[in-house]
């Protein structure tokens, strides 16, 4: 990163100083948690990822991620729940826990954050860790959202920047039902949204874009889905 990137960082004294917490960046890219990474490695917190169960069953990549302590997530399955409690040990353990709140890479057409899952919120009121949101910028110039050939040159810049801590302190001791945690993930990508905003010198949409019921797939490569034809499709045409 340092050979093939130029970075601005801003927010490093936001990181907490000692203990653990969760960080929740927006998602541009497949090469935004690598940016990401190089921020928090860079400022003494190198951060424990919730990876994709996948990912670990790569040759190398699977055996790397492994050995650095990475958390592995089970999406879709019942085995979910344990992505959630290493989570939580990780936290209370001091370390540093990315979450990507949106699950996925944005499918909002500016590529402004997009509704958040509430997963981030459900491990931050549980272990009551401070939660830092992050803006970053950047990664999408080298490799755009589900790309598959990275443009290294001319060298892009990574804008990282880190906010102070989501204030979720009233939401403490109660019960974490579906409107507390609605709550929680609500002022979560508000305060990411903020952030980007100010980066970009951009007013993000009044209402934030939602997959559930965009039509778009919730995983996967939205613009490979378009391309395939509906089921029971004939000639072409649905």
Request: with cysteine; net charge neutral; proline share 10%.
């Amino acid at each position: 990163m340092i050979l093939l990137t130029r970075h601005e960082w801003r927010g490093v004294e936001n990181l907490p100083e000692t203990g653990g917490f969760v960080v929740t960046p927006n998602h541009l890219s497949y090469i935004d948690p690598i940016a990401f990474a190089h921020f928090l490695y860079d400022n003494g917190h190198p951060p424990y990822f919730l990876a994709k169960e996948g990912v670990f069953r790569i040759p190398l990549v699977g055996r790397l991620l492994r050995a650095a302590d990475q958390i592995p997530v089970y999406r879709g399955t019942s085995q979910a729940v344990e992505a959630f409690r290493a989570a939580v040990v990780a936290i209370e353990a001091g370390k540093c826990v990315p979450i990507f709140p949106e699950d996925t890479l944005t499918r909002d057409p500016e590529m402004w954050p997009m509704t958040g899952r509430t997963g981030a919120a459900r491990v931050a009121l549980t272990t009551q860790c401070p939660v830092i949101p992050v803006a970053q910028w950047g990664p999408q110039e080298i490799l755009e959202p589900y790309g598959k050939r990275p443009r290294f040159f001319p060298r892009k810049t990574m804008h990282v920047w880190a906010g102070p801590a989501v204030d979720l302190s009233d939401l403490y001791g109660q019960p974490l039902d579906r409107a507390t945690l609605r709550e929680a993930t609500d002022r979560i990508m508000d305060a990411i949204t903020g952030l980007l905003e100010q980066m970009r010198g951009e007013q993000a949409p009044a209402q934030r874009f939602d997959v559930r019921s965009s039509g778009l797939p919730e995983t996967g490569n939205p613009h490979r889905a378009r391309r395939e034809p509906p089921a029971g499709a004939a000639g072409g045409q649905a």
